[in-house]
T-cell receptor, first 116, second 113 residues
Framework: KAGVTQTPRYLIKTRGQQVTLSCSPI?????VSWYQQTPGQGLQFLFE???????NKGNFPGRFSGRQFSNSRSEMNVSTLELGDSALYLC???????????????FGPGTRLTVL | GDSVTQMEGPVTLSEEAFLTINCTYT??????LFWYVQYPGEGLQLLLK?????DKGSNKGFEATYRKETTSFHLEKGSVQVSDSAVYFC????????????FGTGTQLKVEL
């Protein structure tokens, strides 16, 4: 079974631009979550989508948004990029509905975003 | 809110040494607990998990026991190898709260010959 894939793997943008990152979950997984990883803040939860609906949202400004398609693929968008948005963005998928005790996530390799 | 505290790194050990990485948590209710590992340039891989009190998760020689009384989930390995060098993250998932994970800051482990 193929793992979680993320595209692109590396991205360089300048301040003020916007960017779209893509995530394809493991086949059959309906939950997709996004995390931002930085040296200063560590791993922080951005949002989770389940069956095309945003179910959870972290404490990030509205410049960060996402969506999920009917095939469970997800995209996240960051508008008006700031230097501080430079980070590794990780996508994770799960086949758990999230209503029980097991929240196991399977992570992709990440997209490294650099904002200049 | 939920939080995870894990010991600061980096931790440097000689091969075959005993490893302990401490992890404590604060959460409402009874969360699931996880250890993830991240190798250089890669995403996170699940190392082990425990979904209820007194459960012991184990994988590849690593173990951790869910201790509700001390709100802890310490990672241990009896004999580390150079290939264990990586960053280790402790995480919790709130029961019934979707699939959001709350992570600790990570502990970098370096194993030398």
């Amino acid at each position: 079974k193929a793992g979680v894939t993320q595209t692109p793997r590396y991205l360089i943008k300048t301040r003020g631009q916007q960017v779209t990152l893509s995530c394809s979950p493991i086949s059959g997984h309906r939950s997709v979550s996004w995390y931002q990883q930085t040296p200063g803040q560590g791993l922080q939860f951005l949002f989770e989508y389940f069956s095309e609906t945003q179910r959870n949202k972290g404490n990030f400004p509205g410049r960060f948004s996402g969506r999920q398609f009917s095939n469970s693929r997800s995209e996240m968008n960051v508008s008006t990029l700031e230097l501080g948005d430079s980070a590794l963005y990780l996508c994770a998928s799960s086949n758990n509905p999230g209503t029980g005790a097991d929240n196991e996530q399977f992570f992709g390799p990440g997209t490294r975003l650099t904002v200049l | 809110g939920d939080s995870v505290t894990q010991m600061e790194g980096p931790v440097t050990l000689s091969e075959e040494a005993f490893l302990t990485i401490n992890c404590t948590y604060t959460a409402t209710g009874y969360p699931s607990l996880f250890w993830y590992v991240q190798y250089p340039g890669e995403g996170l891989q699940l190392l082990l998990k425990a979904t209820k009190a007194d459960d012991k998760g184990s994988n590849k020689g690593f173990e951790a026991t869910y201790r509700k009384e001390t709100t802890s989930f310490h990672l241990e390995k009896g004999s580390v190898q150079v290939s264990d060098s990586a960053v280790y993250f402790c995480a919790l998932g709130a029961r019934g709260g979707g699939n959001k994970l709350t992570f600790g800051t990570g502990t970098q482990l370096k194993v030398e010959l």
